[in-house]
């Protein structure tokens, strides 16, 4: 069988709690699935490690072999339940941040009108993370913040997305070259892992960077529509949006990535097959 590092974020890609239905099951097929020899499993998700140790709970969620947690901004192996920082990514960023933390960007932007600074838990060394009315112009307000805190020397990467059941805008700060894209592509070369034998699964603004990158993506069918119009154009062999036609499934959270895999690695197709019966 052929290797394969699966990553998928998290929050409405494999967990169901979006407005869709979830496929009878499935969780529990990808589960088998991602347990397979030579199936490596990333999760690329904005919850910090508590967070995601609470959803693996919540959700009966297969366990992870790596986690690039905080947007990007933290990345994990993880083996028989002990998670060990990648000390070679925490280090690469505090070049970037010139060994500043994100409580010291935020003294930057703490009266910046129209940013309310998210939970203390919601915030990490390298992450800093603003709610934001759904009103605000997106790009105007992300280049404005990026020339002011330019004019302090503060290289920074800034993610907007959107939590479609609060109703709020999500506003994250990370170091210029932390994101889950770069996470993702880090991950993949530390373990020699080619673009052929990878593939990214997500719903939601701030996995645009990966969904048009290179790597081989899936954009699961219950996406945001903001995601799918950003999303237009690009060809399926670098991005497949799943619709259900693979699978007699709906093609929602982990359906989707199921048929994401089957679409770019079709000898996957007769095993998860057999998983299902």
């Not at 992300?142 to 503060?154: D, R, S, V």
Request: proline residues 5%; charged residues 20%.
């Amino acid at each position: 069988m052929r290797r394969l590092l699966l990553c998928t974020d998290m929050d409405r890609t494999l967990i169901p709690n979006g407005k869709e239905p979830e496929q009878p099951g499935v969780r529990a097929l990808f589960g088998r699935f991602v347990a397979q020899p030579g199936i490596a499993l990333a999760y690329v998700t904005g919850r910090h490690q508590a967070l995601v140790e609470e959803a693996i709970q919540r959700y009966q969620l297969p366990q992870p072999d790596f986690v690039v947690a905080d947007v990007g901004a933290t990345l994990y192996h993880v083996q028989q339940g002990v998670w060990r920082p990648n000390q070679a990514w925490q280090a690469q960023l505090d070049a970037v941040w010139q060994g500043m933390h994100a409580g010291q960007i935020h003294q930057l932007l703490e009266d910046w009108p129209g940013l309310r600074l998210q939970e203390p838990e919601k915030q990490a060394r390298h992450k800093l993370s603003y709610y934001c009315g759904l009103e605000e112009d997106a790009p105007r307000l992300i280049e404005a913040i990026e020339q002011h805190l330019g004019a302090h020397h503060i290289q920074a990467n800034l993610i907007w997305s959107e939590d479609v059941l609060q109703q709020v805008g999500l506003l994250d700060i990370l170091p210029a070259s932390a994101s889950k894209r770069h996470g993702v592509m880090f991950l993949l070369q530390q373990l020699g892992y080619g673009l052929h034998e990878t593939l990214f699964a997500g719903d939601s603004g701030n996995d645009l960077d990966v969904l048009l990158s290179p790597i081989p993506a899936v954009l699961v069918a219950n996406a945001d529509l903001s995601v799918v119009a950003a999303v237009e154009g690009v060809g399926a062999e670098q991005l497949y949006r799943a619709k259900g036609s693979h699978l007699q499934m709906n093609g929602n959270y982990a359906a989707g990535i199921l048929e994401g895999v089957v679409h770019f690695y079709p000898e996957f197709k007769a095993l998860i097959q057999a998983l299902r019966e």
